[in-house]
């Protein structure tokens, strides 16, 4: 795991918006697993200015989502095809098209077949080539929860009333609002990806981040099993760092890279 710290969410969107590039600089066919939640902004805003100075272009390139809420209206601006439509396909942002963003389907009315029919997709392909991730301030990955299975694949889960309190903001503050189900991709789906690169800015991931990096790989702190991946890369801010006991090693460790 390589963890490079930088002063604020920006420069680190930046350097991950940088290794987004790199690698569809050498496949322009890459396939990309997206985040949503607001932590990826920065990085999505890098991407969608590069491709409008024509030094970016997604149009060949596919894109699959990390989860759904279930039961979310289909024109909800919050549902998360919706927000990845917004980021990166909807007038030309990216060069990504609609038909190459792949989402869960959160309204299906069978939910264990689509989760499952998305997982064999992912499969099929071998993983992602690159996967962005944020992280749960109560250390959920994609919306793996505390307690669930270190290998799972794609299924429903049931959100914790943390991630619902922290996910309020997109619902007019209405925890009520927020849907308690969604779909989401396994850990042992994500842990497929060929190269994963989860971004966590502010302080109120600096617990989460400090188990991720420092903690004992636990269910109770679902990412900690990316510690057992052998292409990770953490950027966080200064923020999210300030937990972070090895905090001056990794800076050493990052600029001597
Ligand atoms: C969203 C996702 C979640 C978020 C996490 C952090 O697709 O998979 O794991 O990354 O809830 O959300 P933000 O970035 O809003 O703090």
């Excluded at 049931?158 to 189900?181: G, S, Y």
């Excluded at 999210?240 to 090693?249: N, R, T, V």
């Amino acid at each position: 795991m390589q963890i490079g710290i930088f002063e604020n969410a920006e420069q680190a969107g930046q350097k991950a918006a940088e290794m987004i590039a790199q690698v569809v600089g050498d496949n322009p066919q890459a396939i990309l697993g997206v985040a949503t939640g607001s932590t990826p902004d920065p990085l999505y805003a890098q991407l969608r200015s590069w491709h409008k100075d024509g030094k970016l272009d997604l149009s060949a390139c596919q894109a699959y989502a990390l989860d759904e809420y279930v039961g979310i209206a289909v024109d909800h601006p919050e549902r998360y095809r919706n927000v990845l439509l917004k980021n990166l396909v909807w007038e030309n942002a990216t060069g990504l098209k609609a038909e190459n963003l792949h989402t869960l389907d959160g309204n299906s009315t069978d939910l264990a077949q689509a989760a499952q029919s998305y997982d064999s997709e992912i499969q099929a392909l071998g993983g992602v080539d690159i996967q962005i991730l944020g992280i749960g301030s109560d250390g959920h990955i994609a919306f793996n929860e505390p307690g669930g299975s270190l290998t799972s694949r794609t299924h429903i889960e049931v959100l914790t009333e943390q991630t619902r309190k922290d996910n309020a903001r997109f619902f007019n503050d209405d925890i009520d609002q927020v849907p308690t189900h969604c779909l989401t991709q396994g850990m042992g789906t994500i842990m497929s990806a060929k190269a994963i690169v989860l971004l966590a800015t502010g302080a109120g991931k600096a617990q989460a981040v400090k188990q991720l990096c420092e903690g004992a790989v636990s269910a109770f702190w679902p990412a900690t099993i990316l510690q057992m991946h052998n292409n990770v890369t953490v950027l966080v801010d200064e923020a999210a760092a300030s937990k972070l006991e090895l905090k001056e090693y990794y800076c050493e460790r990052w600029s001597k890279l």
